[in-house]
């Protein structure tokens, strides 16, 4: 069975600073998608970046971006120039290619910023 | 498009009792999903669906049924309450097309089980 782990449950940065957050995973799939959520205290679910197993270019989204290394089954977040709005609880997730709706979650990383 | 919605937003319940969580998309998605979210485990797979009349169970079923009448809805029934389905429920939707992989989810049903 495919798993997820955010190894640190809560993180701090200071405000401009950058920060990373670290996901690992465990799958034999080698077709399959990644994505970091970012939930804030209103609880909503808010996309922040995907990455498809199959691309080895890293994703980019603005101030953020990943760090996907596939044979290590890792696939940190980093954001740059952090500001107050980042705080939030932020969750690693995995999906096999074919299979829809199904998201395998981590257990969320707590970040603070600190301005 | 009003997106996911769910209602209510809050229940309170007693245990042995039975209430539906109602979830609905106006996107004419394909797949649609229920989890839960307990502090300190992230969110887990309920159940899910990948049209109408087609669901199938996920990581932690046990206490919900599902069923999928329409593309729009898919309502979470608990049959008889317990104390540790006290939790906060979402529901999720995405398109089956392809390079379309955003999952869209719902506000919460934050569920409290006396």
């Known amino acids: 069975a495919q798993t997820v782990t955010q190894s640190q449950p809560e993180m701090s940065v200071q405000e401009a600073e950058t920060v990373t957050l670290s996901c690992t995973y465990d799958?034999?799939?080698?077709?399959?998608?990644l994505f970091w959520y970012k939930q804030p205290p209103s609880r909503q679910m808010i996309l922040v970046i995907r990455q498809e197993a199959y691309k080895q270019q890293n994703a980019t989204e603005n101030r953020f971006s990943v760090n996907f290394q596939k044979a290590a089954k890792s696939f940190s977040l980093k954001i740059s120039d952090s500001q107050l709005g980042d705080a939030a609880m932020y969750f690693c997730?995995?999906?096999?290619?074919?299979?829809?709706?199904?998201?395998?979650f981590g257990q969320g990383t707590e970040l603070s910023v600190k301005p | 498009n009003a997106g996911v919605t769910q209602t209510p937003k809050f229940q309170v319940l007693k245990t042995g009792q039975s209430m539906t969580l109602q979830c609905a998309q106006d996107m004419n998605h394909e797949y649609m999903s229920w989890y839960r979210q307990d502090p300190g485990m992230g969110l887990r797979l309920i159940h899910y669906?990948?049209?109408?009349?087609?669901?199938d169970q996920g990581e932690v079923p046990n206490g919900y049924n599902v069923s999928r009448s329409t593309t729009e809805d898919f309502p979470l029934r608990l049959l008889s309450a317990a104390p540790s389905q006290t939790s906060v429920y979402f529901c999720a939707s995405r398109t089956r097309r392809q390079n379309q992989e955003t999952q869209y989810f719902g506000p919460g049903t934050r569920l409290l089980v006396l």
């Open positions: 799958t034999s799939e080698s077709d399959y998608y």
């Open positions: 669906s990948v049209g109408a009349g087609i669901t």
């Open positions: 997730a995995y999906r096999r290619y074919n299979q829809g709706g199904k998201l395998i």
